[in-house]
């Protein structure tokens, strides 16, 4: 039934693409320098995903008492707490940073800020110790655990901001991750939709 559900609304999305922009009204404007795309480009992207993430966030959490392998429980919920304060939060601060271009040191401030309180209410997020393979003994970081952990985190999505310069190359990492953790997971439907979905976009994104 989610899949059907999900499948028409991508399909009317996608037929009605220049209306949905329109509503947002976000643009990639072309610049000569580092933009070098020839006329103004939507940026829906990280709407269409955050709209179908939404869809089967409400449908497993209503409907399945449960959202991936979390539980509504006391522990489990505190877990997905912190995971839906990091998804929406980031997508938000993207979505303004977006319209309004804000200040690097303002959106630092800010990013800082939600991963702390993402770590605050999870504690499982925290990377307390790591390996490398050159060094026998594990590394414990005892009271830099969480500087590290948003150090990580910062640099990840900074990563992947670096990363997304040519069309779908942001995509096609994530469809290499997804293709993986469908093999490996026994979330099987969650990573299928989730390769659907960036095939979706990553056609978009060729389309401009």
């Known amino acids: 039934m989610i899949f059907v559900i999900l499948a028409l609304f991508n399909l009317i999305l996608v037929l009605n693409l220049s209306k949905f922009s329109k509503i947002f009204n976000i ?28 869809i089967i966030f409400f449908y497993q959490i209503f409907f ?28 938000f601060l993207g979505l303004y940073d977006d319209k309004y271009n804000l200040k690097p040191l303002n959106k630092l401030f800010l990013s800082v800020l939600i991963i702390l309180i993402s770590l ?3 504690k499982n997020l925290i990377i307390t110790n790591f390996s490398l393979s050159f060094y026998d003994s594990r590394i414990f970081l005892e009271n830099s ?10 640099i990840l999505i900074n990563a992947l901001n670096f990363y997304d310069g040519v069309n779908g190359q ?19 439907f969650f990573y299928l939709f989730c390769i659907i979905l960036i095939l979706i976009v990553m056609y978009l994104n060729f389309k401009n």
Not at 170 to 188: G, P
């Open 27 to 54: 643009y990639d404007i072309p610049d000569g320098k580092l933009k070098l795309h020839k006329k103004k480009t939507p940026i829906i992207g990280g709407i269409i995903l955050i709209i179908n993430f939404s």
């Open 64 to 91: 399945l008492k449960n959202f991936l392998s979390f539980k509504l429980e006391i522990f489990h919920s505190l877990e997905l707490l912190s995971l839906i304060i990091l998804i929406y939060s980031y997508f």
């Open 120 to 122: 605050l209410i999870n």
């Open 145 to 154: 655990s969480i500087i590290f952990t948003i150090f990580c985190i910062l």
């Open 170 to 188: 942001c995509c096609l990492i994530f469809l290499v991750f997804f293709i993986y953790l469908l093999f490996v997971s026994h979330l099987n």
